[in-house]
């Protein structure tokens, strides 16, 4: 079966469905945008019968509704019609063409510093009609009709009347697909002209009356996904249109504003849900797609569970799923049946996360993590809480960390997890397939240098929250971050004394040779060895340390002391080393395999593969 039907149509045709409510917009369609310099280029291309490019229109009637509205400048009284087809692609050409050709208003444009203005387009006629001088006679002039010089003082010329439009020899570009009424002026005021005049009917405005405009029109079965996808396709040189767009134009055909749900309406006092869940500093990331997502979650988990308990096998059994066309298929029953968990979800996960030392958006490994995680705890509630259960969630978020597994498309893990995670804590199912699939190698460690990378930030965590103090500072690391002192990783053997030494920068730049200190602890290490550092804050008169205090803030960031005191860089990145991969294996539930695994420095196999693989 055709899913589209491609056509020509005339543009007048077109243009009269346009003004006369059969062709409007979809609402997710974000405004006009064009200046005065695209406008009279598109102008001169089709009064030289060039082609401009094909529209495409959605037929309506189907399954998939939208709010509408009519293109910029075009009011109509009373009701607003019901379209009989959408603009998909075509948008800044059919209402260029629509504001110039057949309203009596001026046109809404913008002048090259994207400043608004409002514009009358004129043909000058004796320039159209000279030899190729068709692109210096489409004009602009202000709404008064009237070109001025000399800041406004002076007026060179007036287009204010019929009368002096005809005088002057300028033609209405308003008045193109009909134009009975300047014609009769014309024949009053300067009939003279009249034989000029239609050699350029011809020539000019023949050719706007007969233009053919290719038309795509998709028709009334198009699945709102299709149609995402056919709009970001076609508007490649825009911004791409979002899920959450989508469905704000089809929950608006119902007369609910997603929008305001999401973002609040001053105009309205009312608070949105974005407000209330960035009051977690660490929902701050949370996208309105994500929300959507852990929604479509849980919808297509309840409808799978009532499959199931009617009987239903094999394909039959609706799939758990949060892609996009499980997101476009939501309902708005379905929205305002789940939005309130959600919400208390994503609220309940801040409260998770903080007990594992997250505590900023910056710090979190994966923001896509968050939405499998909330549509569970809106389920479970205040259960999450229970020792069983927290420690299985807990076990569960740190594979998928380590395991670096929710980075790039995750829509199938994140079903998975979720159907995986109720069943599990639930008795009734295996360990999840993310903590089946998590691994994490000892070589890792070596090639984790950048900040961003979700093992890196979960490492550095997990560092943190086992009460690593400054060197400095008597304070945890954690205590000066809420304090806004700052703080930064910092190479613990400074690079300066490492390059000295020959150390190969893929190693005293990975993490194992990295932990956060403030800014007053790193400025007293300099490039100093750490035998000489240690012994200069030790003495500082703010510090005041012995050996045995020194150590056990060394201990705190599991770094060995007597490596540090004896500069032993080997010796002391393999018991950190180790002492990382211990932590890891704790929050995993997993031993890590070190078998055949060559870890040392000084042989040589730690080499600039390393930073190329980081890199990539």
């Given amino acids: 079966m055709s899913t589209f039907d491609s056509t020509k149509t005339p543009l007048p045709d077109i243009i009269r469905?346009?003004?006369e409510g059969k062709v409007q917009l979809p609402d997710f369609q974000r405004g006009w945008v064009w200046d005065?310099?695209?406008?009279?280029?598109?102008?001169?291309?089709?009064?030289r019968s060039f082609p401009v490019g094909a529209v495409m229109l959605l037929e309506t009637g189907g399954d998939v509704r939208f709010q509408v509205r009519p293109i910029e400048n075009l009011t109509f009284e009373g009701k607003l019609p019901?379209?009989?087809?959408?603009?998909?692609?075509?948008?800044?050409r059919l209402t260029t063409l629509t504001q110039v050709l057949a309203l009596r208003d001026p046109v809404k444009t913008f002048d090259e510093k994207g400043r608004a203005i409002d514009r009358y387009y004129y043909i000058d006629i004796r320039r159209a009609l000279e030899d190729d001088a068709l692109e210096d006679a489409f004009i602009a002039v202000e709404a008064d009709r009237k070109v001025k010089t000399n800041f406004g003082r002076d007026v060179i010329l007036d287009l204010s009347s019929p009368e002096k439009e005809c005088e002057a020899f300028y033609f209405p570009c308003n008045q193109i697909l009909n134009s009975d009424r300047w014609e009769e002026s014309l024949q009053e005021y300067a009939s003279d002209k009249f034989g000029a005049y239609m050699k350029f009917r011809t020539k000019v405005l023949s050719a706007f009356r007969s233009y053919q405009l290719p038309v795509i029109s998709l028709g009334k079965n198009t699945s709102k996904e299709a149609v995402c996808l056919v709009f970001e396709k076609v508007n490649t040189g825009g911004v791409p249109l979002s899920v959450f767009e989508l469905v704000t134009a089809s929950f608006a055909a119902d007369n609910f504003n997603l929008r305001d749900d999401w973002y609040g309406s001053k105009l309205r006092k009312k608070t949105g849900r974005v407000e209330r869940l960035k009051k977690e500093a660490v929902l701050e990331v949370v996208e309105p797609t994500d929300f959507l997502q852990a929604i479509s979650l849980l919808q297509t988990y309840e409808c799978r569970?009532?499959?199931?308990?009617?009987?239903?096998?094999?394909?039959?059994?609706?799939?758990?799923?949060?892609?996009?066309?499980?997101?476009?298929?939501?309902s708005l029953g379905a929205y305002h049946k789940w939005a309130d968990d959600v919400e208390q979800g994503f609220i309940l996960t801040a409260r998770f996360l903080r007990k594992h030392c997250f505590f900023a958006s910056r710090d979190l490994p994966y923001r896509t993590q968050l939405v499998p995680l909330a549509a569970v705890?809106?389920?479970?509630?205040?259960?999450?809480?229970?020792?069983?259960?927290f420690d299985k969630l807990s076990r569960w978020y740190w594979c998928g960390v380590f395991g670096e597994l929710y980075g790039g498309a995750v829509e199938t893990r994140v079903a998975n997890d979720l159907e995986d995670l109720l069943a599990w804590i639930a008795d009734e199912g295996a360990e999840p397939r993310t903590i089946y699939d998590a691994a994490f190698q000892p070589t890792r460690l070596l090639t984790l240098r950048s900040r961003l990378s979700a093992a890196y930030k979960g490492l550095n965590t997990l560092i943190l929250r086992q009460g690593s103090r400054d060197f400095f500072w008597k304070a945890t690391i954690q205590e000066l971050d809420h304090d806004e002192v700052a703080l930064d990783i910092h190479h613990i053997f400074p690079k300066v004394w490492c390059e000295a030494a020959s150390i190969k920068p893929s190693v005293f730049?990975?993490?194992?040779?990295?932990?956060?200190?403030?800014y007053k602890a790193n400025r007293m290490i300099g490039g100093k060895a750490p035998s000489d550092y240690l012994a200069a804050i030790q003495s500082h008169k703010q510090v005041g340390l012995g050996d045995a205090a020194m150590d056990e803030i060394l201990r705190s960031h599991h770094i060995d002391p007597a490596t540090m005191r004896a500069d032993d860089f080997e010796r002391f990145f393999q018991v950190r080393l180790d002492a990382l991969l211990r932590l890891v294996e704790e929050v995993m539930g997993k031993t890590i395999d070190r078998a055949n695994q060559s870890l040392t420095t000084a042989e040589g196999v730690i080499d600039d593969e390393s930073s190329e693989m980081e890199a990539a």
């Fill in 82 to 92: 019901e379209p009989e087809r959408l603009i998909l692609d075509g948008q800044q």
């Fill in 36 to 47: 005065d310099e695209h406008v009279r280029s598109l102008l001169v291309s089709v009064a």
């Fill in 509 to 518: 730049n990975s993490i194992v040779n990295k932990t956060p200190i403030s």
């Fill in 17 to 19: 469905q346009i003004t």
């Fill in 305 to 330: 569970q009532q499959d199931i308990a009617a009987g239903k096998t094999g394909k039959s059994i609706s799939a758990v799923s949060a892609k996009r066309a499980s997101v476009l298929a939501l």
């Fill in 377 to 389: 705890l809106a389920t479970l509630k205040e259960r999450w809480l229970e020792p069983r259960i």
